[in-house]
């Protein structure tokens, strides 16, 4: 190759590649879902007044699955239902918390002992968090080496952070032995959990822990002692409706009407 054609080349791939990366970058500031969807492994999602959920994300059978934990911005710090399923967005979760409201997690309450749910345990213990669990959760973490909170409760309880309450209620098995729901009474927000199913879910989805028996009856304790929630939260995918407890008994019922399940 002579010089010239050699020159001609490398003017070319200069050119080649300032230019995909200017278009790169207008894909990126015009458009940032295009990347965003391809690399996020945390999501912050306003709800409504002091109420966020955030979402990470762990490959499950080789799928991206998005699991829901919830914050609340309170007077005295912040709550935080569930912890995030990946454990390096403990950190950035923390982070963004402290970011958006210069405020500190001070209070964490898992609802079963999933490590979608209590993952992040011992991250947030060594933060200075106080964790809570049910002592039914507590047990199960230590036989199942989950990560243990750093405290339990015994019975259905109420917590009072600032502004806000946090009500524990355990209705019985369902998704798993231990799992509870937490009433948000301020703005009617009942995160359910993995006890509920997104509407987008067409399945019950891992089951290998659940008592299929006992689950509908779980959900009806929960309908008969929250009956008009304004937001239903799920352990995983999208929480635009509050019917997902609604859903998951009919899911429920479609199970046990399948043949050879």
């Known amino acids: 190759m002579s010089n ?14 300032i ?32 109420y966020y959920i955030f979402t990470t994300y762990q490959l499950f059978k080789g799928v991206k699955y998005p699991a829901n934990g919830m914050y609340v911005v309170t007077t005295n710090g912040v709550v935080l ?26 209070l964490a309450i898992a609802t079963h002992y999933h490590d979608d749910r209590t993952g992040g345990f011992d991250f947030l213990k060594q933060q200075g968090v106080k ?3 049910s002592k039914l959760t507590y047990d199960l973490c230590k036989e199942r080496n989950e990560k243990q909170s750093e405290f339990y409760f015994t019975r ?22 231990d799992n509870l729901v937490v009433w948000c ?9 993995c006890l509920a199913k997104s509407i987008e879910n067409d399945g019950l989805g891992n089951v290998a822990d659940s008592n299929l028996e006992a689950w509908p009856i779980s959900i009806k304790k929960v309908l008969k002692k929250y009956p008009k929630p304004a937001y239903v939260i799920p352990g995983h995918f999208n929480w635009k409706s509050n019917k997902g407890l609604q859903h998951t008994l009919n899911l429920l019922q479609l ?3 399948k043949p050879n399940k």
């Open 81 to 106: 239902i569930d912890t995030p399923w990946d454990q390096t967005q403990c950190q950035p979760l923390l982070d963004s918390i402290a970011t958006r409201h210069h405020k500190k997690v001070i």
């Open 185 to 193: 009474k301020n703005k009617r927000v009942l995160y359910a959990g």
């Open 156 to 177: 259905d309880t109420t917590f009072k952070v600032g502004n806000h309450t946090f009500q524990t209620y355990y209705p019985g098995e369902g998704h798993t032995k």
């Open 4 to 17: 010239q054609l050699f020159r001609s080349y490398i003017a070319i791939v200069l050119f080649s590649i």
């Open 131 to 133: 964790t809570y669990t």
């Open 19 to 50: 230019y995909l990366t200017g278009y790169t970058q207008t894909i990126i500031k015009n458009k940032p879902h295009l990347i965003e969807n391809h690399s996020k492994s945390l999501t912050i999602t306003h709800l409504i007044g002091d």
């Open 255 to 257: 199970h046990e009407l």
